[in-house]
């Protein structure tokens, strides 16, 4: 009973923790990695944009994609 | 010494509330948070050491397009208004400056590069975009906050180093 009641608690504990704020990870200044072109999906603009205008019609559906900018935090 | 630690980190958290209340850019009046950083031509630089000048504080990295096409702009800006008391500085928050010395040797700028790389400037003043540019006054007090940059802007920073410049 008492380990059940612990238990119980703990997962109480556990769910209250996703009530608490959200923050961004990563800071703006901290985005050295992610801002590498590495990171993005294709070097080429262009290309790219051809590209998710053919799966965008493929699929039916479009966006989630990804987010704008270069990871800098400035638009 | 305790109570120092925390009335500098009470000090920083009010510095941060009001740049973040500050939303995209606008004016302030916090004294600004002290600072010692080493330079990238050596030596250190501290903030108190630039007090009585007009000071610009830029957090730059070269991973940052927008941060690159200003950085030419900001030298321009230096070399024009240095003699009328108005200086500058380019906090680097990258943990290896290799990438700014690659970026530096191809777009030489004339003011000085601080190397913030355990990111605790950019910690205490809160930086929430990249570039971010902060003016202190000759008093030693945050009177603008500017996030991020896009072309024009600097017009912005002209005016309100020449505003300041004439207090």
């Given amino acids: 009973m008492k380990a059940l009641r612990a238990s119980l608690f703990l997962l109480l504990v556990l ?21 590498d072109p590495i990171m993005s999906w294709d070097r080429d603009p262009i290309s790219l944009a051809y590209i998710t205008h053919v799966r965008d019609s493929r699929e ?8 704008a900018g270069g990871g800098c935090g400035c638009n | 010494m305790f109570l120092k630690a925390r009335m500098t980190g009470w000090r920083a958290a009010a510095v941060g509330a009001l740049i973040a209340s500050a939303a995209f850019a606008g004016s302030t009046r916090t004294p600004a948070p002290d600072f010692t950083l080493a330079s990238r031509s050596g030596g250190k630089v501290e903030l108190t050491q630039l007090r009585g000048q007009v000071v610009m504080i830029n957090f730059w990295a070269s991973w940052c397009g927008p941060c690159r096409q200003e950085m030419p702009l900001l030298d321009k800006m230096y070399r024009k208004y240095k003699p009328a ?23 030489p700028v004339s003011f000085p590069i601080l190397l913030d790389t355990e990111n605790k400037v950019s910690q205490l003043y809160n930086v929430s975009a990249m570039p971010s540019t902060v003016l202190v006054d000759r008093k030693g007090v945050v009177r603008y906050v500017h996030h991020g940059y896009k072309a024009g802007d600097e017009n912005e920073y002209l005016d309100r180093i020449r505003a300041l410049i004439r207090e």
């Fill in chain 2, 85 to 107: 008391g108005f200086t500058l500085v380019g906090v680097n928050v990258e943990t290896d400056p290799k990438d700014a010395d690659g970026y530096l040797k191809a777009t």
């Fill in chain 1, 60 to 67: 039916g559906a479009r966006g989630a994609s990804g987010a």
């Fill in chain 1, 15 to 35: 769910q209250a923790a996703a009530c608490s704020r959200i923050e961004p990870w990563v800071k703006p200044y901290e985005r050295e990695r992610l801002a």
